[in-house]
């Protein structure tokens, strides 16, 4: 996997269970106030929701991590490349033209199997994937809108 495909997958999975736990918080104040109102009988499934919700915030957590060490290696890198450009090799890697937007179908029994639209922000030193949650309805089978993941 290269590094593009590697960081654009980690930005899904990331979003992916941001989505997750946004719908775990609601589910657990739901039951709440099932608890307030009908009795301890939900505390199970309370309890497994927390423990869902944090280990989807753990695994935010590396993810966060992981991509924070790439943005620290990338500046070292690029001055390692310019560093041996000087030295007299020339390397001219051709660009691979992107998709600026995609469609990804997300298996999540959480968020019962959704789909996201997606763009793509590039600034001069950052590219963002915007994710949004779309409605089975909303999408046209027969219009393509890139890779599918």
């Known amino acids: 996997m290269e590094i593009t495909s590697t960081v654009a997958t980690l930005d899904s999975h990331y979003l992916v269970l941001d989505s997750e736990v946004q719908e775990i918080t609601k589910d ?19 309890k497994q929701l927390k423990y869902m919700k944090s280990t989807r915030e753990q695994s935010k957590r590396e993810i966060e991590q992981t991509l924070d060490l790439f943005k620290l290696q990338l500046p070292a890198a690029k001055g390692l490349c310019k560093r041996l450009e000087r030295n007299g090799c020339r390397i001219q890697v051709a660009s691979v033209p992107s998709s600026p937007a995609f469609m990804l179908t997300v298996q999540s029994p959480i968020l019962a199997n959704s789909t996201f639209s997606s763009t793509l922000n590039t600034n001069n030193s950052d590219t963002t994937i915007v994710l949004n949650r779309i409605s089975d309805d909303e999408i046209n089978p027969l219009v393509p809108v890139g890779d599918t993941y």
Do not use: C, S
Request: net charge positive.
């Open 28 to 46: 657990l104040a739901y039951l709440r106030t099932l608890t307030k109102r009908y009795g301890p009988q939900w505390e199970a499934a309370i």
